[in-house]
Each structure stands twice: as C-alpha cells, then as structure tokens.
T-cell receptor, first 113, second 113 residues
C-alpha cells in the first residue's frame, strides 16, 4: 500500500518557539492532504485540508495564523505551529489520498514546555 | 452533521475470544465506511472498508458489514490474538480520497494471553 511519512516523529520545544512538521507521500502524488490532531485517548479531529498549490482550508475553530500549512509540492505538506504554547501539545497526524483511500502518517508528538 | 458512534472501551478479552466492536453512524447521504487500527505509538492503518450497503469488508480475520437499515458497521473477529491489542476507529466519508474522514472516538482493545 501507499506510504506516508512524517518528520519528526516527536519534538519538544520551549513555549514561544515555532515547530515545523513535514508530511510526505513516499510513493505516490497527493494533491490533497489532511492534518488531524489527536488528544490523549480521544479521536482524531480534522484541523485543515491542504491543497497543492493553493491555500489550505481550515476547520472552524482552528487558527490559521497559528497553524500554518504549506503544500508546496505533490508529495510534501508542512504544518508549522507558530509561537507554540503548552496547550498546543498534542499528537499531529497527516494523511494523503491514493486510489480512493486515505493513508495516514505515523504521527508527530509535540510537547511544548 | 455526520457523526460516528462507537462502543465505549476499553475492551479486555482473552486470547481466542470472539470480538465485536459496535459502530453506528449518522449521515445525510450514503457514505463509505472504514475501520482503522492504531497500534501503540503508531499512526492509523486502514483495516477494512465498505463503500455501499450490504458490502462486507474483511482483512486479517476481521469483518464488518455495511448495514444501511440499522446504520451500522460493527467490527467482528472470531478469535482474537494478543497482537490485536490496539485502538480501533470507525470512520466515514463521502468521497474516499477527496474528503476527510469523520471518526468515532475509538475503542481500545486489550487481549490477554
């Protein structure tokens, strides 16, 4: 099946700094990628839809200036958490579509101190 | 809006026991239905799917049948193994590959030897 990777797998940062998370489709091209956030023992919540070559579409309640998404190529989408705070600590998961199926990355655990 | 409801966990079973995880959905149309599995520390993996009523998805001994009349997609396995211990998510979407998934809250399964 299709493979989606994320980097880094985990990151610890100080409050106020910015963190960039990469999502790559390794063996296919994806015009659309999705970013989800997962809190401990909870389900995945969609944050935004990332479209190659255009602006991302954010879900209600997600601050687009705080969670910057760039889908610069057909195999790469990035999520930058700007001026991170402890409440941004979470598990961030991306997904990409291939042949009518959504494939998920392994996730990135962000801890903001 | 559309939603997915799963049975509350955690579910603890002995090895070789029969597994059922209930999933019901609320949707305005006729979505495709999915089960994803998340092993500890990993991202989500597609377990099985069904795209229309009465379809049965199956994989690795797991099965689920799309029941339109009861708006359900219950996951079953005849004999669970310790390696099946994971969190299972039921999800739906209308255009697989183009639209994001709506997830249930997940059900944690622990299988003991």
């Amino acid at each position: 099946g299709a493979v989606v990777s994320q980097h880094p797998s985990w990151v610890i940062c100080k409050s106020g700094t910015s963190v960039k998370i990469e999502c790559r489709s390794l063996d296919f091209q994806a015009t659309t990628m999705f970013w989800y956030r997962q809190f401990p023992k909870q389900s995945l919540m969609l944050m935004a839809t990332s479209n190659e070559g255009s602006k991302a579409t954010y879900e209600q309640g997600v601050e687009k200036d705080k969670f910057l998404i760039n889908h610069a190529s057909l195999t790469l989408s990035t999520l930058t958490v700007t001026s991170a705070h402890p409440e941004d600590s979470s598990f961030y998961i991306c997904s990409a579509n291939s042949q009518m199926t959504q494939y998920f990355g392994p996730g990135t655990r962000l801890t903001v101190l | 809006g559309d939603s997915v409801t799963q049975m509350e966990g955690p579910v603890t079973l002995s090895e070789e026991a029969f597994l059922t995880i209930n999933c019901t959905y609320t949707a305005t149309g006729y979505p495709s239905l999915f089960w994803y599995v998340q092993y500890p520390g990993e991202g989500l993996q597609l377990l099985l799917k069904a795209t229309k009523a009465d379809d049965k998805g199956s994989n690795k001994g797991f099965e689920a049948t799309y029941r339109k009349e009861t708006t359900s997609f219950h996951l079953e396995k005849g004999s669970v193994q310790v390696s099946d211990s994971a969190v299972y998510f039921c999800a739906l979407t209308y255009q697989p590959g183009n639209t994001p998934l709506v997830f249930g809250k997940g059900t944690r399964l622990s299988v003991i030897a």
